[in-house]
């Protein structure tokens, strides 16, 4: 007898009112989409082909961010283990209302499109772009966006932001004035800590609380190496040890700190300091775009720059000297055009250092 895979019990979708049910009406929803001159539809229908098909896993590509994107294979009852986590955790019940705002070429959209025919959402698009909450005129119990949304969200229409009830805001950190500023809301907003690899995340961190770590999705289990790098043992979402480059403090078997990343540290004058840590320290005196990275150094080996957008000379007198160690304060104020960032809105490190290291 042959086996069911149990994405295969997911195969319903509600999808901007209308019902698809079953792998026929799916596979002509997806041809639907895949005929409309639209990109965001097409990766819609893609994603949608992907899963009513007969193959067992899904191919996902990575942002980038940290290197050249690359392609990985994950199992799709992954993603459906994944899903219900996160539907069990925000406590999302049947025909709960969320929105699709993110685009499926990634994991993070493909996600919202899996949580919805998992949890039996009516889920809801809106084109790809800074402000997806300007499209509609009501609520939802569930949204997902990346930290350039939420921000232009509280620039320009913060009170829209309470017709969402849980938030959960990926592909980049949330910095402290954001943070500031959704604590004023009703929405239950969180940060999320995950990869490609764990098929979306696999902790969330409470924004109200400004002393919260991120707390683990149950039944998953971490660790951490020689440096202090987490490690997320294997479980239903990732078969294999999965050794991360991200520098964590773990404050107890479920809840962790986010430093920074290994590969971000800025060795200068013999001294380790992590580009992510100084940011968030200048987040309240910092107001253009900016990140922190290095240029070589005769005598430090590197030295701290803060990198800035902006085409006026940005200076950082006004920083309070003791919210940084010696060797975190830049040494150095660099404007450029643009910092060269995914499509996910992730710094992209490796590009800014060569972009500045002339």
């Known amino acids: 007898m042959k086996k069911i895979n149990t994405y295969q019990s997911y195969q319903t979708l509600v999808l901007n009112g209308f019902k698809h049910e079953g792998k026929g009406a799916l596979t002509q929803l997806a041809k639907n989409l895949l005929n409309i001159d639209d990109e ?4 819609i229908g893609g994603f949608i082909l992907d899963w009513v098909s007969d193959k067992d896993t899904v191919t996902l590509q990575t942002s980038g961010s940290t290197g050249v994107p690359k ?3 994950v199992k799709k009852d992954s993603m459906v283990a994944s899903a219900q986590r996160t539907l069990k955790f925000l406590e999302l019940k049947p025909e709960s209302s969320s929105l699709l705002c993110l685009s499926a070429k990634y994991i993070a959209g493909k996600m919202m499109l899996v949580r919805a025919m998992v949890g039996h959402l009516k889920l809801f698009t809106t084109p790809v772009n800074s402000n997806p909450l300007k499209s509609y005129q009501r609520k939802f119990d569930f949204a997902a966006m990346v930290p350039m949304q939420v921000d232009k969200i509280l620039r320009e229409d913060s009170e829209s932001l309470d017709a969402v009830r849980h938030l959960i805001i990926g592909g980049g950190s949330v910095s402290s004035q954001v943070s500031e500023k959704l604590r004023e809301f009703a929405t239950n907003s969180w940060e999320t800590y995950g990869m490609t690899e764990t098929v979306s995340h696999i902790a969330l961190r409470n924004i109200k609380d400004n002393d919260a770590g ?3 999705l149950p039944g998953l289990s971490i660790d951490i190496d020689e440096r202090n790098c987490l490690v997320v043992e294997p479980s239903d979402i990732n078969e294999n ?3 991360t480059n991200d520098i964590v403090e773990i404050i107890s078997d479920n809840e962790f700190i986010l430093k920074g990343r290994f590969d971000n540290i800025i060795n200068t004058g013999g001294v380790k300091v992590v580009a992510e840590e100084i940011e968030r320290k200048l987040c309240p005196f910092v107001r253009k775009p900016y990140a ?4 070589r150094d005769d005598v430090l080996g590197q030295r701290v720059v803060l990198v ?6 940005v200076t950082i007198d006004d920083v309070d000297q003791t919210i940084l160690a010696k060797y975190e304060f830049p040494k150095e104020v660099i404007c450029v055009k643009t910092i060269p960032r995914t499509e996910t809105g992730k710094i992209q490190r490796r590009k800014l250092q060569q972009l500045i290291d002339k």
């Open 40 to 43: 965001e539809k097409k990766h």
């Open 71 to 73: 392609q990985i294979t």
């Open 214 to 216: 991120f707390q683990l």
């Open 241 to 243: 040890r999965l050794i």
């Open 292 to 295: 922190i990275s290095w240029r």
């Open 308 to 313: 800035c957008e902006s085409k006026e000379p």
